[in-house]
């Protein structure tokens, strides 16, 4: 944890009370019910047939889209402020890039009747204008931050200031595996009921004893390493995780930290990142809100070095052609993010016998402009 000393007795506390609070028997049953009852858990893994046979093998998609508020953010969401308030914590802040994660907490804080602040990039809030209504209609208050690239990575540094002004009353609900410890170990854990779901559904519902290959993308990771989690010592299983490209790693606009990027310290964190060789930060692109962040989880960038999983990035291009290609086959209108994992299917080679599950986070519905902006331009090939 590589914090201001301010912030060291609201760090201390969350690292010394976390793992309590998360297994008490009590804050279980309630965040099992919320998961079950509010969110609409277990998400389907359903068997994608149309796309399994233009792939040439066995897809199936874990279907984090149809959670409440459309993402698998209202997970993390709602276990953080769960906690808060077992903190004793009266005010939420948060970060967030595409909105799905401003939404959730929004939606969190509005169940728990909690004043919340959501730091939001000004590009950002331009170009998913329709999660700024949503934040708005819930009671939560946008902030628009019009420092640095006005992008995910600058909504994250005004909320880190927040916190470091209003440090009593104040917990910011990080939205990704990212920040000082305990958050992304916090974050991994509250996920986890991706892979936990997928491992019972697989062997349940399709006699599978276990998935061949888990993908998911990779922005700070957060549903990435929530659909790792229960395979991680499992190495039978692959698993493949998708970053932004965005123009093309060697572009000098790209979000492809795990390719492009070199260790150092962001946002409370040491891991990869994007930066130049005296560390100052480079901006990252992708045409994606959420992937569109100069670093990434610690946890991914140990996975990365370990070998456990293999990473690879993919352009603008292809993660638009790879949602359209979902929506054309499937019916299923994907969130930019998530069309980056399925732009896997294209990059990769997969046997016809292979059981492939991928993670689709979150709906496309906020990313209908861009979608259409591409096929005025002349894109989607069938």
Not at 175 to 200: C, T, W
Not at 282 to 303: K, M, R, T
Not at 365 to 375: E, F
Request: glycine share 10%.
């Amino acid at each position: 944890a590589f914090i201001p000393e301010i912030l060291y007795p609201n760090i201390k506390q969350l690292q010394d009370n976390y793992l309590k609070i998360i297994n008490d028997p009590d804050f279980q049953k309630t965040f099992r019910d919320l998961l079950k009852n509010y969110v609409g858990r277990p998400t389907p893994l359903y068997f994608a047939s149309n796309l399994s046979r233009a792939i040439g093998s066995n897809i199936y998609l874990k279907r984090e889209d149809l959670n409440h508020t459309g993402a698998h953010k209202i997970n993390n969401a709602l276990g953080q402020v769960l906690l808060a308030r077992r903190l004793g914590k009266t005010r939420i802040i948060a970060e967030t890039g595409a909105g799905q994660h401003g939404v959730a907490v929004a939606t969190a804080c509005a169940l728990f009747n909690m004043p919340c602040f959501i730091y939001m990039g000004e590009l950002d809030t331009h170009r998913q204008a329709a999660n700024v209504k949503r934040i708005e209609a819930l009671g939560a208050k946008v902030i628009s931050v019009r420092s640095g690239s006005r992008v995910l990575k600058d909504a994250g540094n005004e909320a880190m200031r927040d916190w470091i002004a209003n440090p009593a009353d104040t917990h910011y609900v990080i939205g990704s595996a990212i920040g000082p410890h305990p958050f992304p170990d916090m974050v991994a854990r509250f996920q986890s009921v991706i892979s936990n779901e997928i491992k019972s559904q697989i062997k349940a519902d399709y006699g599978i004893d276990k998935p061949d290959k888990v993908i998911a993308c990779i922005g700070g990771g957060s549903n990435a390493i929530g659909a790792y989690y229960s395979f991680i010592e499992d190495t039978a299983v692959e698993l493949i995780g998708v970053e932004a490209a965005g123009e093309g790693v060697s572009s000098g606009k790209t979000a492809a930290t795990l390719s492009a990027g070199t260790a150092g310290i962001m946002h409370g964190s040491r891991t990869l990142l994007l930066q130049t060789p005296d560390g100052q930060i480079v901006e990252a692109h992708s045409v994606s809100a959420g992937l569109d962040y100069p670093a990434v989880g610690p946890q991914h960038a140990y996975l990365k070095e370990s070998g456990r999983v293999k990473y690879i990035s993919v352009t603008d291009e292809q993660a638009l052609e790879a949602g359209l290609m979902l929506t054309r086959t499937e019916g299923i209108i994907p969130a930019l993010e998530s069309a980056h994992a399925l732009a896997a299917l294209k990059k990769l080679a997969f046997k016809p016998e292979e059981n492939v599950i991928i993670c689709l986070s979150g709906r496309g519905d906020k990313d209908m402009p861009a979608y259409l902006k591409h096929i005025q331009k002349g894109g989607f090939n069938d």
